[in-house]
């Protein structure tokens, strides 16, 4: 993006001019903006879900006090221990909404703008697309990223288009669907608009538009003498919006209060919460409850992943055995309860070969492909760690802890800035079990060499476990089933960082760390070669070590243990400030850890300043050398708030920044000067929930610095195999010129193109394009993550762009399966236990369609029987469901209770298309017949092999209107429970 355009960019947010408001808690006169509109939909489908799952397990959910919070929604569906995650998959969901603002500020598809209505559709309904196939892979990221990207347009579309003014109290279904027609839309010589009367443009749209519904939208542009618009049409309006001034004058935004149509934002912000709410229903029913959930960083047990990068060399039986030894102690002791992870992921790795990537929720499945590692080949003393490593970083939730096992050196050490980038941008933990054998393996010649990994090679793993806040633990083999015991230990829910330091080359330094009234299970983890320490606890007494600390003589020290390289201490739980003293001249890493609650989520941002203050996430190293800011979110509390954001030097000095509490339990921090050496971000703050006002500290692990490079790329996020995929990208340098190098890696391994490197002088700017090709085999719903890396010569200064695009492969099919009705009988009786009703149902794709691929409940308490042609199921669970196979025809049967006289099925075929058909035998209030109605395409019909007494009224136009008209009220309303 050049400067020229950014500074247009921040301009355009200054004044609001694209859409709804882009920052909390800095909305005009109240008026709700794109981040409130996505949070309150996520939090009220989140519960909707949740409500769902609790029913079929036979209990109800209780709804937590409004104003809903990502903490409370978690606690109400049961998973407290998700507080966290889910918080960060909103933020990152609310801030890929803003980026559209940011990066596709005058493109009107994404804003709905010029009427370019077609354009802003294609957008929703393929990345819709693309979020179902991430989903159906688990790539839960990649969903996020592109459901964030396509909320923009969607939400816009009821601020910029004059939906509202046609007296439409619903949303627009028809945006999330490619086959069938948005509206009557406005042709492009037909006028639509006449001047304001001054300032008030409550009557500017014809009135003809009006009558004849006809859809239109706001023209909008920011050049002078270069904006225009065809002749009679509406402008967006506002200050920036240089078509404002070309009659017809005036404007039709409703972006907030004091827009044109500002007396119309409320309208248009409640209906683009319920066109939310009514795309992340689709996204549920193509996913499924328990993937839907996932998608939104809700997890039944812990939110963390079990990660494991392993070398598969022959000498690495060992290794492996331990692995498996730790993996069934977790799983045996974790499942079912809080510390169960989320997900589990295996990469393996030797040479030439590492990968694939094996990523599972059942643990089963993960301790299955554990068991079946076999340790084979090597002859030479490199492998492919880093590669490994690389796989792992890419496809892990941000903020895991990976764990790789080696006991060689890395071949591919090129890969150090890549994985640091990575570390970086996912704020993951890498920890590092290095294990040392008496006999290395065999070489070519067949002859036994020791090991000896060079001291460069070991100093290579423990710079990335410095980096990512982790452990480089040197043991032998012997020693490395005592070294597992940290992997259980780190995989229990809640883990907080109170401290985080190192010194290379070591010296003696002091430290503090406040350990508050939530902090539990308080461990210290250090790692080192004969260090000396002296513990002080709040109460002012001390204890001290140089080797060996005396069983007899512990006070504030009530276990430890030894094992090569590090030493572990469980420190006696004190309330209050703490210090430790370090006296060693070796190099030594510190790190302080509990288990709590209250934790903080964090990202560098870039901020305009002005009445409504935007920010984008980077995906790179902020600028060194001048203000920066971070945007800081806590978690695990709604009474906390943060009063102190530090950026710590890996010296020990620090750099405080300026808080500004944003609402939400967000807070934007200002940092007059972004250091180039390593630092940590350390957050205080205090509960006000409780009295005294409790004081809280909290670090991150990871280790980051600012760089005098400035590295910015972005593309379209949608890859499409076999079709070259181009990424353009600019560096800029406010450093010393020269040439700087340029390296391009793709986690996937798939062919690309890039320049080598490139010229610049100070304070100028070059451009290159990275080009990108997935092979035709790729899989729908794969992702892939780019590292753009930019050194300077020597390495004394370098930066990265990390960029993630999904993969998606042609689709043909948009239309939804369609039920017919074969059958509906009942013998319902007064005495309803005591009698039965059943239905007969065929579901069908269509001769084109993919088929259908899962039949579910999602209301009923009956038995249902599917059968196709490929087989058949059983399933009796009300939110059960079955995997239909490849067939394009499913008949399904299902019988109940009259005691359950509604049921609902819910279809999806292969490529996400969802239908929901309903079928009731309640007895209308007008007469006595039953009811069956459906959403899907084609109407029902009725069978004549039913019983006289069960006649059906068959579905017609007003029918599928009628229930999209319930729907939409449920998903719009709810007033009972919202």
Not at 360 to 374: E, G, H, Q, R, Y
Not at 860 to 877: D, E, I, V, Y
Request: with cysteine; net charge neutral; hydrophobic share 35%.
């Amino acid at each position: 993006m050049s400067s020229g355009f950014a500074a247009l960019c921040l301009l355009l947010l200054r004044t609001g001019a694209l859409g709804f408001a882009v920052m909390p808690g800095k909305s005009l006169n109240q008026s709700l903006n794109h981040q409130e509109i996505t949070e309150k939909a996520i939090l009220k489908s989140t519960l909707q879900v949740c409500r769902a799952l609790a029913q079929a397990e036979g209990t109800d959910l209780t709804f937590p006090a409004k104003p809903f919070t990502a903490k409370a929604v978690a606690v109400a569906c049961g998973e407290p221990q998700s507080s966290k995650s889910f918080r960060q998959a909103i933020i990152f969901i609310m801030q890929r909404n803003v980026r559209v603002d940011i990066r596709h500020a005058l493109n009107g598809s994404f804003h709905f703008d010029d009427e370019m209505f077609v354009g802003g559709r294609k957008i929703i309904t393929e990345g819709l697309l693309a979020v179902k196939a991430s989903n159906k892979q688990e790539n839960f990221e990649a969903a996020r990223q592109k459901l964030g990207e396509i909320l923009h347009p969607l939400q816009d579309f009821y601020s910029h288009s004059n939906w509202v003014e046609l007296g439409n109290k619903l949303p627009n279904s028809n945006l999330i669907r490619s086959d069938t027609s948005i509206g009557n839309i406005a042709d492009k010589s037909r006028a639509t608009c006449r001047n304001c009367d001054g300032d008030d443009c409550r009557n500017n749209i014809l009135g003809d538009i009006i009558e004849e519904k006809v859809l239109t939208s706001g023209y909008f542009g920011v050049v002078p003498f270069l904006s225009t618009k065809p002749k009679g049409k509406c402008s967006h309006g506002g200050a920036v919006d240089q078509t404002s001034d070309i009659g017809p004058k005036g404007g039709i935004n409703k972006d907030t209060f004091s827009s044109s149509h500002g007396h119309l934002h409320t309208d248009a912000a409640d209906l683009a919460i319920a066109a939310t709410s009514g795309l992340l229903e689709d996204i549920r029913g193509a996913a499924g409850d328990r993937p839907f959930l996932q998608m939104l960083g809700i997890s039944k047990g812990s939110s963390k992943a079990l990660c494991f990068v392993i070398d598969t060399t022959k000498s690495m039986s060992d290794d492996i055995a331990a692995v498996r030894t730790v993996t069934s102690s977790i799983i045996k002791s974790k499942v079912g309860t809080e510390d169960e992870p989320s997900v589990y992921i295996l990469v393996s790795f030797n040479d030439p070969d590492f990968g694939p990537l094996i990523k599972t929720t059942d643990p089963n499945v993960f301790k299955s492909a554990i068991n079946s590692l076999s340790a084979a080949g090597g002859g030479d003393e490199g492998e492919l760690s880093l590669s490994g490593l690389q796989l792992a970083l890419t496809g892990a939730p941000s903020n895991s802890e990976v764990f790789l096992f080696t006991d060689a050196p890395a071949k591919d050490k090129h890969l150090k800035s890549t994985v640091i980038a990575l570390i970086e941008q996912t704020q993951t933990v890498v920890n590092f079990m290095i294990s040392k054998v008496l006999n290395r393996r065999k070489h070519r010649n067949d002859t036994m060499k020791p090991l000896k990994i060079a001291a460069s090679d070991a100093q290579l793993y423990r710079d990335l476990a410095q980096a990512s806040g982790g452990l480089a633990i040197e043991v032998t083999k012997n020693e490395l089933p005592v070294a597992t015991s940290i992997i259980t230990e780190s995989s229990s829910s809640s883990l907080v960082t109170l401290l985080h330091a190192a010194r290379s080359p070591g010296k003696s330094d002091n430290f503090t760390f406040i350990v508050d009234e939530t902090v539990t299970n308080l461990k210290v983890y250090i790692t080192g070669r004969s260090l000396a320490f002296t513990l002080t606890s709040p109460t002012g007494e001390s204890e001290g070590a140089s080797q060996q600390i005396k069983k007899r003589t512990r006070s504030l020290i009530t276990a430890s243990q030894s094992v090569g390289n590090v030493k572990t201490l469980q420190l006696k739980r004190q309330v209050g400030l703490w210090k430790i003293e370090m006296a060693s001249s070796n190099p030594y890493t510190l790190k302080v850890i509990g288990q709590s609650p209250i934790d903080f989520l964090f990202d560098f941002v870039e901020a305009s300043q002005g009445p409504l203050t935007a920010y984008d996430a980077l995906d790179t190293r902020p600028r060194a050398g001048v203000n920066g800011s971070l945007l800081v979110t806590l978690t695990g509390s709604d009474s906390a708030t943060v009063t102190e954001v530090a950026l710590v030097k890996s010296s020990g000095s620090e750099i405080k920044g300026v808080v500004e509490p944003q609402g939400g339990g967000s807070f934007l921090v200002h940092v007059d000067m972004m250091p180039s050496v390593e630092f940590v971000v350390r957050v205080k703050g205090q509960n006000d929930g409780v009295d005294p006002k409790e004081v809280f500290e909290r670090q991150s692990s990871t280790n980051f610095r600012a760089s005098n490079l400035t590295v910015m790329a972005d593309s379209d996020s949608i890859l499409v195999p076999g079709t070259p995929f181009s990424v353009p990208f600019s560096v800029m340098t406010s450093g010393v010129g020269g040439i700087f190098t340029i390296q391009a890696t793709n986690n996937r391994q798939f062919n690309s193109t890039s320049p080598t490197n490139i010229f610049l002088e100070t304070g100028s700017s070059a451009n290159g394009t990275v080009t990108l090709s997935a092979p035709l085999n790729t899989p729908s719903g794969s992702d892939v993550t780019l590292t753009i890396e930019v050194e300077a010569r020597g390495g004394e200064d370098t930066n990265y762009v990390v960029l993630r695009f999904s993969i998606l492969n042609t689709v043909t099919d948009f239309t939804r399966p369609v039920c017919e009705l074969l059958s509906l009988q009942s013998n319902c009786s007064d005495i309803c236990s005591l009698s039965m009703w059943e239905l007969s149902v065929q579901v069908t794709d269509g001769a084109e369609g993919t088929g259908v691929e899962r039949v579910s409940l999602r209301q009923g308490n009956g038995t249902m029987n599917t059968s196709l042609t490929a087989g058949s199921g059983n399933m009796t669970a009300a939110s059960g469901n079955m995997t239909a196979g490849s067939g394009n025809i499913t008949l399904v049967s299902y019988s109940s209770s009259c005691c359950s006289p509604d049921v609902e099925l819910l279809i999806v075929d292969r490529v996400g298309n969802v239908a929901s058909c309903f079928y009731s035998i309640r007895k209308a209030a007008t007469n006595s017949s039953q009811t069956a109605t459906t959403s899907s395409s084609q109407p029902a019909t009725t069978s004549s092999s039913q019983r006289p007494t069960a006649a059906v009224v068959s579905l017609s136009t007003r029918a599928v209107q009628s229930f999209l008209l319930c729907l939409s009220i449920t998903i719009l309303g709810l007033s009972f429970l919202f």
